[in-house]
């Protein structure tokens, strides 16, 4: 075998017993499946059959451990996945005000949204993520498609029922 032994010092109340019934009482997937790999660790299991077991690469099975070294159970569960994020540009009050304002009908694309945050607020958003502000407060900039203004309605009514004025035929 290489390397140095893989030893873990388990606390006196983290016994096979008690780690399974943590492991069988959590309903978060994510914190599950490191109970069920520390539960696997405990029973004696190798640390790379515990990984495949678990479906994780064993370097992530070492830092569940190194987690466990330095607090326990308790810290294993309470490193969550990924990061905080970033913090939005626009407070909830100017989110509010620009929902209401899509919802007006004022605009007709994202680019003039954009224009409008930036001028009142001054905070820089791409187009993109002007998709991704009204899909968060579920609006969008809906309008009527644009209509030409010679275009008579009337006539393009009869149009769609058949109505047309040139002969759908050759003439024989």
């Avoid at 959590?26 to 599950?32: A, P, Q």
């Avoid at 790999?37 to 451990?65: D, E, I, K």
């Avoid at 187009?127 to 991704?132: A, G, K, L, V």
């Avoid at 407060?137 to 209509?147: E, G, N, Q, S, T």
Wanted: net charge positive.
């Amino acid at each position: 075998m290489r390397g140095r032994p893989f030893e873990v010092a388990w606390h006196g109340e983290d016994t096979t017993e008690a780690l399974k019934a943590v492991y069988r009482r959590e309903r978060d997937i994510e914190l599950r499946t490191r109970l069920h790999g520390l539960w696997l660790l405990r029973s004696g299991r190798r640390l790379s059959s515990v990984a495949a077991t678990v479906g994780v690469h064993y370097r992530t099975v070492q830092t569940w451990v190194g987690w466990y070294r330095e607090g326990g159970v308790p810290k294993v569960l309470s490193h969550k996945m990924g990061g905080k994020g970033q913090q939005p540009f626009l407070t909830d009050e100017a989110e509010e005000q620009v929902a209401e304002e899509v919802a007006t009908g004022r605009f007709r694309t994202a680019g003039e949204i954009r224009d409008w945050i930036a001028e009142l607020y001054g905070g820089t958003y791409k187009t993109s993520s002007i998709y991704s502000l009204m899909s968060r407060l579920k609006c969008a900039p809906k309008v009527p498609r644009p209509m030409h203004a010679k275009a008579d309605q009337e006539q393009q009514a009869s149009w769609k029922k058949g109505g047309s004025n040139r002969l759908s035929h050759r003439p024989e």
